[in-house]
Structures are given as C-alpha cells and as structure tokens.
C-alpha cells in the first residue's frame, strides 16, 4: 500500500471536522425583529464533527443480494443501503443461528480501486467473527464495488466515509435478525480513523441529549488505526506521490488559511468517546508507526477513556503473524462486552 495514496484518503476524513466553527462565525445579525440573515455554508460544514453530533443519521432499508459463499457456520451476501442520496454496497456475512446476533461494523483501510473486489480489506477477520456466531457488515463505501459513483470532487469523496458508516449504524434495525443492544465497530489503518470519528460523534450525542436512537454501540476494536492529527497524519505519507507532495500541501495550506484545524482535529475530541476500545498495533508496521498507537494510549489515559492496548513485537501493519491471536483476542473482548450487557 502506497503511503501518498493512504495520504489522500486521511486529509479527506481530516476535512471533515473542520467547518462548524466558520458557519458560527458566518451568521450575521440583520436588525432586532428581522432575524438572523446566514451567508452561504462551506462546501465542507457539514461533515464538521459539531455538525455531525447535530445530524440526524438517515436510515435505509438493508437489502440482502447475491449469495457469495457458504459454510457451515454462516453465509456470505452482497448488501445494499444507501447514504447521502447513494446506493452503496457491501459484504454481509449471517451465520446459522436462529435467534438474534450481536454485530460487527466494520471499516477497512485504503485500496486501490484497481482489482478491489467486495470484502477486501474486512473478510478474513469478517469469517472468523462470523464463525463466532457474529453477524458482520462491511460497506465497500461509495465508488467502490457495486456501490454508486463517489463524489467527483476528489476530497468530497473521502470526507464523507463517516457519514457512510453513521447512515449504516442507522440502519441496522432493518435486519430483524440483529441484536441491536450489543452493536460493535471495528476500523484499520484509515478505517480506524474513520471509526474513532464515529465513536466521537456518537459518544458526544450520549453527553449533549437525552440518548434514545438505536442501537447500541458496546465498543471498538482499532488496527493499526491512523490517529494522527492534521496536517501531519497527510504530509507524513507524501514522500511516494509522483509531485513529492505538492498537491497535498498547496491544499492543506488552502484549508489551514480558512479553518481553525486546531479546533477540530481528531485527537482533540477522544474524551467524547464512551465506549471501551481495544488497540492492537504491531512494532515494524511501516504505514502507522507503532510510536503513534502509543502516543494515542497516553492521550486515552488522560482523558480516562477505557481501553485495553496490545502491541505486538515483529508485527508489521496487518497484525502477521500475530493476526490469530488479534482477532482472537477480539472475539474474547466482544464475548465478554455482551456478558455486561446482559
């Protein structure tokens, strides 16, 4: 995986948290009696994380397509939902049972659209949970697989992914075979940031309002999860790209210049989660630096959030060749979430 092209996919979740503040500021007093006269919105406010907290996720109905694989233990479907006015697809594996089952949401980190195919990305650790009698839901995101086309604006298409897994959260009580009392998320690499944005927004709905909306996020476990803050998680991964660079910076010097990116990067929003997390991070991982999984732990522990962090000692960034034990570990931590709950 190119570092420059894991680049581009975190400035446009990077972007999303950085409008809230200007459309305050934007609001101009017209006289007493008359109101409040708004200038138009940034292209990007509404990805903001303060805008996100405020939103009202959009539920669709999940629809169950083609049959992919089967075993004993479960089987495999192309699912369809849709987010933001667009049809996105995905994998969804349904085990065996005949009661209701907890469920993974699951975000995968970059690919390359060239030679992407449903699952990629989620379906090892996908096949494991499933066999442990969890149902999982991984969507390719929008221009990928079956799914509409993303965005034509380049960062319009990354900034959005968020949203993508909020809308699919929503959606989950449409699945009548779901539990939706133990519902939990899983992010790698970009995945994981887009995850901990999730679990931030979600977390700060449950301080601000009274938190009714369905269903219940138990906890989070991260990959290697991008967890760097802005403008620096992007610059680090430009060294590849065929400009060195320069695109990626003449856009973030574009951004800096409008918004307070301070303000709203994402590690200054980790005391609005309020779920457990599990960490897993290897010591040779060449795309998220093992350095920045525990900068993140201490950040974590300042802030009180519960959390269990593994590190692995020769594991590069797919967790090999510790993944058996990681998603092992995973499987415990969920089975042992559900027992609180009962």
Known sequence: MKRWLIAITVLGIALSVFGYYYLRKDKVMVSPGIGVSEKS????????????VAREDRSSEIELGE?????????????????????????????????????VVMARGYVEK??????????????????????????????YGQSDP?????????LVKPVEILDLIASLSSLPQVDLSRVYLWGHSNGGQIMLSVAEVLGRRKSVE??????????????APVSKPFPYNILYYTDEA????????????????????????????????????????????????VEWSREMVTK??????????YEYPGADHNLRPSWNTVVGRDVEWFNDLGKETL
């Open 41 to 52: 919105e940034k292209p990007y406010d509404k990805y903001s994380f303060e805008r996100l």
């Open 67 to 103: 049959e992919t694989f089967k075993t004993p233990e479960y089987s495999s479907y192309i699912f369809y939902y849709t987010s933001e006015g667009r049809r996105i697809s995905g994998q969804l594996n349904l085990p065996n049972l005949s009661r209701l089952m907890r469920v």
């Open 114 to 143: 060239d030679g992407y195919t449903t699952g990629t990305g989620t379906r090892n650790a996908a096949a494991v949970y499933a066999k442990n009698g969890y149902i999982t839901i991984a969507p390719d995101f929008s221009g």
């Open 150 to 158: 993303e965005d034509s604006n380049a960062l319009g298409a990354r």
């Open 210 to 223: 009274p938190y009714s909306r369905e269903p219940v996020i138990s906890g989070l476990t991260l990959w």
């Open 242 to 289: 065929d400009d060195q660079g320069k695109w990626l910076r003449s856009e973030i010097a574009k951004f800096e210049s409008e918004y307070d990116v301070f303000n709203y990067s994402i590690d200054r929003h980790l005391d609005w989660i309020q779920i457990p997390l599990v960490i897993h991070q290897g010591t040779v991982d060449d795309a998220v630096p």
């Open 300 to 309: 974590l522990e300042e802030k009180e959030v519960e959390h269990v962090y």
